[in-house]
């Protein structure tokens, strides 16, 4: 996406609706206010221009493929808080403050958007508690059985017995989470907006959907190698 000042903050958005977020985070109207050049408003907002700039430039930026299949537990681990985790925590926020005001201005037309509301706050509720469990619990302790390993000790077994347990209980809210982006899904038609929307309502669908698409890759990395894998380390120790 080419940026210059003179472009116009709606300009933007039009070209590429994610841009709408990096605007939200600082506080830029892209909606109604959305006629100035982006120079404008980071003046108005008292905003460096060049910040805003780099984080436009960098909303394209495709994410490299790498082998997670191959990597260290706690390096996948450390992985999963660091970019899944993170991005839950920063997005659930502005996703919140979408979903109120989006269902608040169009859900007289649009009832869907009342549900979808709802069904966010749930799963923002659900993840929220969900992660904070995996970092407290579960995660430390697959880390305890990396070191143990490669310090040739036995780890030290937790109160929970085996992480058959904790795996559980994070695959089955796992599917609860999963559940209710596919109904979101349905209820939005796959995400996309009627004709009458504004650019909060697209920015808010497009935000949505990208949330998911991380989601399956985080529930993804869990299921079907993190978990896998931390069971058969804690079996070498029985």
Same mark, same amino acid.
């Given at each position: ?64 493929? =790498?082998?997670?299949? @191959?990597? +260290? $537990? ?8 660091? &970019?899944?985790?993170? !991005? %839950? ?30 069904? =966010?706050?749930?799963? @923002?509720? +659900? $993840? ?8 407290? &619990?579960?995660?430390? !302790? %697959? ?96």
């Amino acid at each position: 996406m080419n940026i210059t000042k003179e472009k116009t903050v709606a300009s933007v958005v039009t070209e590429n609706i994610k841009a709408a977020h990096i605007f939200k985070k600082h506080g830029i109207d892209f909606c109604c206010g959305g006629g100035i050049t982006i120079d404008e408003a980071c003046k108005e907002s008292g905003i460096d221009y060049t910040v805003v700039k780099n984080e436009l430039k960098a909303v394209d930026n495709v994410s490299k493929s =790498f082998n997670y299949d @191959a990597w +260290e $537990l706690d390096f996948l681990i450390d992985h999963i808080l660091n &970019i899944h985790h993170t !991005y %839950v925590e920063e997005n659930v926020t502005l996703l919140l403050q979408y979903a109120d005001k989006v269902a608040m201005v169009h859900g007289d037309h649009h009832a869907e958007l009342i549900t979808i509301n709802e069904l =966010f706050k749930e799963v @923002a509720d +659900e $993840l929220t508690t969900h992660m904070k469990k995996e970092e407290l &619990i579960l995660f430390p !302790y %697959v880390k305890q059985l990396v070191k143990a390993k490669r310090d040739g000790v036995d780890p030290k077994f937790p109160e929970f017995v085996t992480v058959n347990n904790p795996i559980k209980m994070m695959e089955n809210e796992h599917e609860f989470a999963g559940e209710i982006f596919k109904t979101i899904a349905r209820l939005s038609n796959q995400y996309t907006t009627p004709n009458d929307s504004c650019n909060t309502f697209k920015a808010f669908f497009a935000k949505l959907e990208e949330f998911e698409l991380d989601l399956h890759q985080h529930i993804h990395l869990e299921n079907n190698i993190l978990f896998p894998k931390a069971i058969a380390l804690e079996q070498e120790f029985e």
